[in-house]
């Protein structure tokens, strides 16, 4: 069975904090995808990376990044130097054949 | 391109009324799927398509009908709803097969309420 967690169910920063969301995955599949989906209040889902299993290299994009490691199956997601448009609900997804399982969500509130 | 259409955004239903949420695509994407997402709970498959004429059930299928007459058209009927089926609704398509890397993309939700 395929699952995806994401144990942070809330998290609260003060703007210019750096912040990490994890995401820990099952799967049996060798050939997977993950993915982060963002979900700000507006409410639609905007796709921001994704990562094969073969490809454990580091991402940075900006001020995000993301740390994939096989070894512990996880699929972690930094936000440096974070910043009030960053506040949202974070997605994280996995896909090994037709469909995606998704986490449940963890959400993200940026202070000023 | 238009990307993933949906409407209505807001709906409102009684019990035991019916309707159908509507999806279209313009990116010749294969698979498409509906979801619903309730607080806590992240977001849950309720049908999918692989292409037209094909459909199968996702994790909460009940109370929900789908069907795929063409390749852009995917639309969710609620035969009898119920007050445990107001949630946020997202459709999605992708490419699929050969490209499973490939990401959903979403429409921009419905919002049903069931009174």
């Known amino acids: 069975a395929q699952k995806v967690t994401q144990a942070q169910t809330e998290i609260s920063v003060v703007e210019k904090e750096d912040v990490t969301l994890d995401c820990v995955y099952e799967t049996r599949d060798t050939t997977y995808y993950l993915f982060w989906y963002k979900q700000p209040p507006s409410g639609e889902l905007v796709f921001l990376i994704r990562?094969?299993?073969?490809?454990?290299q580091n991402e940075i994009s900006g001020r995000y990044s993301w740390n994939f490691q096989k070894s512990t199956s996880s699929f972690n997601f930094t936000i440096t130097a974070s910043q009030v448009v960053d506040s949202a609900v974070y997605f994280c997804?996995?896909?090994?054949?037709?469909?995606?399982?998704f986490g449940p969500g963890t959400r993200l509130s940026v202070l000023p | 391109n238009a990307g993933v259409t949906q409407t209505p955004k807001f709906q409102v239903l009684k019990t035991g009324q019916s309707m159908t949420l509507q999806c279209a695509q313009d990116m010749n994407h294969e698979y498409m799927s509906w979801y619903r997402q309730d607080p806590g709970m992240g977001l849950r498959l309720i049908h999918y398509?692989?292409?037209?004429?094909?459909?199968d059930q996702g994790e909460v299928p009940n109370g929900y009908n789908v069907s795929r007459s063409t390749t852009e058209d995917f639309p969710l009927r609620l035969l009898s709803a119920a007050p445990s089926q107001t949630s946020v609704y997202f459709c999605?398509?992708?490419?699929?097969?050969?490209?499973?890397?490939?990401?959903?993309?979403f429409g921009n939700g419905t919002r049903l309420t069931v009174t």
């Open positions: 398509s692989v292409g037209a004429g094909i459909t």
């Open positions: 997804a996995l896909r090994s054949g037709q469909n995606f399982v």
């Open positions: 999605a398509s992708s490419y699929t097969q050969s490209s499973y890397n490939s990401p959903l993309h």
């Open positions: 990562r094969n299993s073969f490809d454990e």
